[in-house]
Nanobody, 122 residues
Framework: VQLQASGGGLVQAGGSLRLSCTMTGSILKHYAMAWFRQAPGKEREVVATINYRGGATYYPDFVKGRFTISRDNANDMVFLQMNSLKSEDTAVYYC????????????????WGQGTQVTVSS
């Protein structure tokens, strides 16, 4: 199983970005998916999860109302729409897959993408 994340870049505060993650080597619909991020000197933290059917999502308070996770099982892709970006959202963003129920813990995920850099300028 391989995950390829894309869509990161440099954006001004208040702007938007849409991250994409493509799965190859397996079928996305069998996996719970998540986006995590990691800023320099900080631990990896969850920003969104979605169950394998796409019906249940989770967002921590610091992104709730600004970020939206979605999935396209037919095309083996998952997305993270990020709006109203803030400088504190600057980090490397990772997509991750888990064979089972959704989880908020990085250690529970079996497969990881390579990360895509998001930089928000203030």
């Amino acid at each position: 199983v391989q995950l390829q994340a894309s869509g990161g870049g440099l954006v001004q505060a208040g702007g938007s970005l849409r991250l994409s993650c493509t799965m190859t080597g397996s079928i996305l619909k069998h996996y719970a998916m998540a986006w995590f991020r990691q800023a320099p000197g900080k631990e990896r933290e969850v920003v969104a999860t979605i169950n394998y059917r796409g019906g249940a999502t989770y967002y921590p308070d610091f992104v709730k109302g600004r970020f939206t996770i979605s999935r396209d099982n037919a095309n083996d892709m998952v997305f993270l729409q990020m709006n109203s970006l803030k400088s504190e959202d600057t980090a490397v963003y990772y997509c991750a897959a888990r064979d089972g129920l959704s989880s908020r813990q990085p250690v529970d995920y079996h497969y990881w993408g390579q990360g895509t850099q998001v930089t928000v300028s203030s």
